[in-house]
């Protein structure tokens, strides 16, 4: 993989809010959905043992990070959740999409109007040709929500 420089788009607005550049407070808020079972569940990755510390680090990291792009859902109530493009490759022009929200923002529509101006983002400013995710196989909502916003599904990783 190689390595890219990516200017972050600061402030980019969307009707009804904004994405912008992670901030420390919005520690708490990421705090929330990586300790409500609900949420957290849904992942692939194990969040129950994050602490105020890692997601401050991932945060502050968040600022440096020159292969991806992590921004903060905020529709004027404050931190809403998480949009990301990770593994950014300038050689395969791609990147892994993820979204990360609080249970509030579950029906508001705020994830599907940040996933829609972040994939913007990819197949406009940075000239990506694929963007891909994943999303375990027994998640259905997201499944679904995937599909709506374009995503297709390509295939099933087994465990070995």
């Known amino acids: 993989m190689t390595e890219t420089a990516v200017s972050l788009p600061v402030g980019r607005?969307?009707?009804?809010?904004?994405?912008r550049s992670l901030e420390e407070r919005d520690v708490p808020g990421m705090l929330e959905w990586m300790r409500d079972p609900a949420v957290a569940g849904q992942f692939q990755a194990d969040f129950s043992s994050m602490?105020?510390?890692?997601?401050?680090?991932?945060?502050?990291?968040?600022?440096?990070?020159?292969?991806?792009?992590?921004?903060?859902?905020?529709?004027g109530e404050g931190y809403l959740g998480?949009?990301?493009l990770k593994?950014?490759?300038?050689?395969?022009?791609?990147?892994?999409y993820a979204i990360s929200t609080r249970a509030a923002a579950h029906g508001t529509g705020a994830a599907l109007r940040a996933t829609r101006e972040v994939l913007s983002l990819a197949f406009g400013a940075l000239g990506l040709n694929r963007v891909y995710l994943n999303v375990r196989a027994d998640n259905g909502r997201a499944r679904a929500f995937y599909?709506?916003?374009?995503?297709?599904?390509e295939g099933v990783a087994r465990k070995a």
Request: aromatic content about 8%; proline content about 0%; glycine content about 10%.
């Open 87 to 96: 593994n950014i490759d300038d050689r395969d022009a791609s990147a892994e």
């Open 82 to 84: 998480t949009v990301s």
């Open 51 to 75: 602490g105020e510390c890692d997601a401050l680090e991932f945060v502050r990291s968040s600022w440096e990070d020159r292969r991806s792009i992590h921004l903060a859902i905020d529709e």
């Open 13 to 19: 607005g969307f009707k009804g809010g904004c994405l």
């Open 147 to 153: 599909r709506k916003v374009g995503f297709v599904e």
